[in-house]
């Protein structure tokens, strides 16, 4: 047989195969839809309501009327219109969730890599402080750190709780970067006198890029779940603002718990929906990423 008739050999790089395995993962699927519906519920339907949580005045007369045709929602206790509430709680939730998963990320990113590849004294310091870090009580000082921090920006308390989420996978990058430093394309780099920054951005990082993106798509859900959990205990977003976390804090207190449910359902159920749509994507990247997933192979 010719070369010319030798049938061709289609060349599928890396990246096509675990786009293909992503898309045909049924959890991308599922968790990509409900990311886009609540992403359209937080930042589309806003211009659609009449109400504003910001322009919303004492209504009594219109306390804790259950889920209607004019609220759908409901209303709370003094007649706030709850969706208006839901919806601004949704936003400032999903920017701290992606801007917390981002920031802990790339921080841990950075520092294992770092540590990995230098070694020595580097290393030992960088590993104390990560074993430092691991052994304090992080929600309590974050709580006691957020109230310094109200009414400045939600990015603060964003990147404050990833100051305290990126140890772990800072140890699994580092030990990566071990593994990855003695490699002949990074010695070769080395010996052509290629800057340790160049290596570590180039060769180092992009050998750890699966990790990475997994690792942010799941501290997205963590992330979301840290503010909620301040935030119901008083110590992340404060009143005036809403949250999710402080709508079920006063949605579950009292006879309210019981007698007014739509208070607490309706936004802890935006919670579970929020975190659910990250950890089906960040599932369905790791499986797509791990070659020994069969899960979104071709059968």
Known sequence: MSAATLPA????????????????????????VMLVILLLIAYVLPLLLP??????DPDLAQSLVGPNPRHWFGTDQIGHDLLAQCVSGLQKSLLIGFVAALASTG????????AGYFGGWSDRVITVVIDLLLVLPSFLIVAIISPAI??????LLALVIAAFNWMITARVV???????RDREYVESARYMGVGADTIIRTHLLPNM?????????????????????????????????VSLGTLIAVGTSGPSLTSSP???????ALIVATVLSVNFLGDAMRDAIDANSTRGARR
């Open 209 to 241: 890029a699966s990790l990475l993106i997994v690792d942010a798509t799941l501290n997205v859900g963590g992330a979301i779940l840290a503010e909620t959990g301040l935030s119901y205990f008083g110590f992340g977003i404060q009143a005036p603002d």
């Open 51 to 56: 109400y504003r949580p910001a322009d919303l």
């Open 9 to 32: 050999v289609r060349n599928t790089s890396r990246f096509a195969l675990v786009r293909r395995r992503f898309l045909r993962h049924p959890l991308a699927l599922v968790g990509g």
């Open 262 to 268: 739509w208070l607490w359902l309706f936004p802890g």
């Open 150 to 155: 109200q009414g400045v920006s939600f990015v």
């Open 174 to 180: 580092r030990g990566l970067a071990i593994a990855l």
């Open 107 to 114: 921080i841990a990113a950075l520092v294992g890599s770092i």
